[in-house]
């Protein structure tokens, strides 16, 4: 990961907002200068049924139907489904692992909370962050029961779709995305 920074051909940005126990909560539009909606940055207030945003719209239609099946089950007990970020632009998912690099101090550690836009499963549209800590306790029991896994054990709010695991359970999770395999190109 030692040429990500000058891979990506832009200098650290600096953020205050960085936050450990869930740091894409603490980015907000006005911290992301010309990013905006249309690159999956997320408003507050977003739930897995706002189709007007592109961090929820482009999601794969599989992933967005379970969310929305567990979403239904979990309203009845009093549970929402908040989409904290979703399908991210290559632009966005960069500028993120930059203020990670900047706010973490390398390279190697912000690769154990952010991707690089070639490897992020959310700028494919298969992976989805969900807030609040409710909506991930809730998942963390039920969301076997339609597929949704969580993958990291240092992220409880990053879900992906695992369609086996209905029958099967849950795989085992990474603990970081540095030991995730598709993480390395």
């Keep these: 990961m030692g040429a990500i920074t000058?891979?990506?051909?832009?200098?650290?940005l600096k953020s205050s907002s960085f936050s450990a126990a869930s740091p894409l909560n603490a980015f907000r539009s006005e911290d992301?200068?010309?990013?905006g909606e249309a690159d999956?940055?997320?408003?507050?207030?977003?739930?897995?049924?706002?189709?007007?945003i592109p961090a929820v719209a482009n999601l794969d239609p599989d992933l967005i139907k379970a969310l929305r099946q567990a979403a239904t089950d979990a309203a009845d007990d009093g549970v929402e489904l908040y989409v904290n970020s979703g399908w991210r632009s290559p632009?966005?998912?960069?500028q993120l692992l930059?203020?990670?690099v900047s706010k973490h101090g390398?390279?190697?550690?912000?690769?154990r909370w952010v991707a690089t836009a070639a490897t992020s499963p959310h700028v494919s549209?298969?992976?989805?962050?969900i807030g609040h800590s409710d909506a991930t306790a809730w998942l963390s029991d039920h969301g076997a029961e339609y597929g949704l896994c969580q993958i990291y054990k240092n992220e409880p709010w990053h879900y992906e779709l695992r369609s086996n695991a209905i029958d099967r359970g849950c795989?085992?999770?990474?603990?970081d995305p540095t030991q995730d395999p598709r993480m390395q190109q």
Excluded: H
């Design 6 to 12: 000058a891979a990506l051909g832009y200098p650290l």
């Design 32 to 35: 992301r200068g010309a990013l």
């Design 40 to 52: 999956g940055v997320v408003p507050d207030g977003v739930t897995v049924f706002d189709d007007a």
């Design 91 to 94: 632009e966005y998912q960069n």
């Design 98 to 100: 930059r203020e990670a």
């Design 106 to 111: 390398s390279e190697a550690e912000a690769a």
């Design 125 to 129: 549209g298969d992976a989805v962050d």
């Design 171 to 175: 795989p085992r999770m990474y603990a």
